[in-house]
């Protein structure tokens, strides 16, 4: 079982919908939670970071966080062409000291206007 | 520079040749990451480096792997004898701390023949 699962997709939603990104962590001890985008050939870009149970609100984005399930999640509100890439989940655990991610497979969200 | 810089952009090596890859980290990050991106796949860990100190190397995937940054800035990563399995793009990251947001560099995308 991998650490970070993340669904390949590709997801696709209309211009306009609600996108719902999905990701599972094995580790129970995790304790910080990022969204990264990657637009095609691009390095990642963080996005969102959460590190509570509950929901974190950004504009358009919400990332959701429940520790007990060991789940996370990201929402696209509006979701625009623009937000057609790659959505990677990571995980930073509370065992590692140096900050290092692991990150899922990542998600390919497709856009259609 | 503003953002975290990386060369070659792309490197193609034959089977057999020695790489060297580079990072120049945003100004004053004491952290640094090397990570490597295969297609269709989220970045995993190699190595990280505290200043010129390499705290954790556990991702390097063999003894053929080589990471350094010798006064604390300026990181590379030597990769001898490539093989095609190490056709991949290798990124690197930097932050101010563990705790930190890590910033990515473009990758370097190499291709070996």
């Known amino acids: 079982q991998k650490e970070v699962e993340q669904n390949s997709g590709p997801l696709s939603v209309p211009e306009g919908a609600i996108a719902s990104l999905n990701c599972t962590y094995s580790d129970r001890g995790s304790q910080s939670f990022f969204w990264y985008r990657q637009y095609s050939g691009k390095s990642p870009e963080l996005i969102m970071s959460i590190y509570s149970n509950g929901d974190k609100e950004d504009g358009r984005f919400t990332a959701q966080l429940n520790k007990a399930s060991q789940y996370v999640s990201l929402l696209i509100r509006d979701s625009q062409p623009s937000d057609s890439a790659t959505y990677l989940c990571a995980v930073k655990g509370d065992s590692s000291n140096t900050g290092k991610l692991i990150f899922g497979q990542g998600t390919t969200l497709q856009v259609k206007p | 520079g503003a953002g975290v810089s990386q060369s070659p952009r792309y490197k193609v090596a034959k089977r057999g040749q020695d790489v060297a890859l580079r990072c120049d980290p945003i100004?004053?990050?004491?952290?640094l990451f090397w990570y490597q991106q295969a297609l269709g796949q989220g970045p995993e860990f190699l190595t990280y480096?505290?200043?010129?100190?390499?705290?954790?190397k556990s991702g390097l995937p063999s003894d053929r792997f080589f990471a350094e940054r010798p006064e604390g800035s300026v990181s590379t990563l030597k990769i001898q004898r490539t093989q095609q399995e190490d056709s991949a793009v290798y990124l690197c990251?930097?932050?101010?701390?563990?705790?930190?947001?890590?910033?990515f560099g473009q990758g370097t995308r190499l291709t070996v023949v």
């Open positions: 480096f505290q200043n010129e100190a390499q705290l954790d």
């Open positions: 100004s004053g990050h004491v952290s």
């Open positions: 990251a930097s932050s101010l701390g563990t705790s930190t947001e890590a910033f």
